[in-house]
């Protein structure tokens, strides 16, 4: 009998997205980069929590409304608390809600953010295949095709990895099957071990 092993594969963003608009001071439309702050603001009986930006050449800002005209009540005690001493992943949590940009007409630059996996073994059980499944968790969007991710890991081309997916080395566990998606959360991808992929995949089981 073979025997399966499981790890997961968490992707933790290195960087803040970026912010493109029209800036006022430079009379064009350019980068805003995220400030790590936010800004509240006690207006009568409401609160209005903005999120700033700065402009990456002449640091003027833009807030982004994150709450607007909002009853103290409405807003989670915890979160009220995590605002006012700009907690970090909070931070994040607003820096890659989309629904934050879009209803602010903002336009969000996703690409240049980079990432970092934080790999992990998970319990498995014996099998009649031999085989290595990953499990994706990834909690925040990140502009990155599958066929690059596992390029990266295991430290060959991406030639080599479509050759194993049509070998059917490789397999994606969802409707598609394809390398060319973009990584998403609780994706699984199966590698059929064997002699030619030993080496490569030294960089993954430990």
Request: charged share 35%; hydrophobic share 35%; glycine share 0%.
């Amino acid at each position: 009998m073979s025997y399966l092993k499981k790890y997961e594969w968490e992707l933790i963003p290195k960087n803040l997205p970026l912010v493109k608009r029209n800036c006022p001071k430079c009379n064009e439309k350019a980068h805003y980069i995220n400030s790590e702050k936010f800004r509240v603001n006690a207006n009568k009986n409401n609160i209005d929590i903005w999120l700033i930006y700065q402009c990456k050449k002449c640091k003027s800002t833009f807030n982004m409304p994150i709450y607007e005209r909002t009853k103290p009540s409405d807003i989670n005690k915890d979160d009220y608390e995590k605002f006012l001493s700009n907690d970090k992943m909070l931070v994040r949590e607003y820096a890659f809600n989309l629904s934050i940009y879009n209803k602010n007409k903002a336009e969000i630059f996703l690409e240049d953010v980079g990432y970092e996996v934080i790999q992990k073994e998970l319990k498995a059980h014996s099998v009649n295949k031999n085989e290595l499944i990953i499990e994706i968790v990834c909690k925040y969007p990140i502009e990155l095709r599958l066929d690059r991710l596992l390029s990266d890991r295991l430290g060959v081309s991406r030639s080599q990895i479509k050759k194993m997916h049509e070998k059917e080395m490789i397999f994606i566990k969802d409707d598609k099957n394809s390398l060319n998606t973009k990584v998403k959360n609780e994706m699984e991808i199966h590698i059929v071990r064997s002699p030619e992929n030993k080496d490569m995949l030294q960089a993954i089981v430990v």
